[in-house]
T-cell receptor, first 111, second 111 residues
């Protein structure tokens, strides 16, 4: 039979608009969360992280929101630019273990 | 500053051959992680080291895979013998606490 790869959800946003990428995590013991950006042919690049004792953290043009009640994480990118086009991954980390990555969202910035 | 350095960037070899992937972590980082990325399974943690000691290798797919970290500035991931299903992009990441910083990966193709 034909093999099926991951079908990444795609978010298309007009340049200059804000974007919100959502992520559901699975492990209620996770106490650290992180967003990475991956461009074609490159490794994941750190964007922003947040610990479980916080529900919001802001960086430059980016904000991460954490809702532990429903195990939901979101990444907001303000005033998007063409260079923001990439695949975005959320990841969770329970204690000292390694990261568990989500499946990723493909963000496309339309000119 | 130099980031995580992986070599080779691309490797194409025939099944049954031994493959060795190399990683130089960022100086001063005490944790090192090996991940594999495929279309089918996304990004998966294979093994991680803390202070050169393997901590968790539960993600290593089978005995054909082995990883070593002889010193703080070098790690290898070896596949022997290689199989076509090992084809993937292999990433190394390092960190001192958080976050982890990724190299640009080795794209491995087993024919």
């Amino acid at each position: 039979g034909e093999s099926v790869g991951l079908h990444l959800p795609t978010l298309s946003v007009q340049e200059g608009d804000n974007s919100i990428i959502n992520c559901a995590y699975s492990n209620s013991a996770s106490d650290y969360f992180i967003w990475y950006k991956q461009e074609s042919g490159k490794g994941p690049q750190f964007i922003i992280d947040i610990r479980s004792n916080m529900d919001k953290r802001q960086g430059q043009r980016v904000t991460v929101l954490l809702n532990k009640t429903v195990k939901h994480l979101s990444l907001q990118i303000a005033a998007t630019r063409p260079g923001d086009s990439a695949v975005y991954f959320c990841a969770e980390k329970p204690g000292a273990d390694g990261l568990t990555f989500g499946k990723g969202t493909h963000l496309i910035i339309q000119p | 500053d130099a980031g995580v350095i992986q070599s080779p960037r691309h490797e194409v070899t025939e099944m049954g051959q031994e493959v060795t992937l190399r990683c130089k972590p960022i100086s001063g980082h005490n944790s090192l992680f090996w991940y594999r990325q495929t279309m089918m399974r996304g990004l998966e943690l294979l093994i991680y080291f803390n202070n050169n000691v393997p901590i968790d290798d539960s993600g290593m797919p089978e005995d054909r895979f082995s990883a070593k970290m002889p010193n703080a500035s070098f790690s290898t991931l070896k596949i022997q013998p290689s199989e076509p299903r090992d084809s993937a992009v292999y990433f190394c990441a390092s960190g001192r606490w958080e976050p982890q910083h990724f190299g640009d990966g080795t794209r491995l193709s087993i024919l």
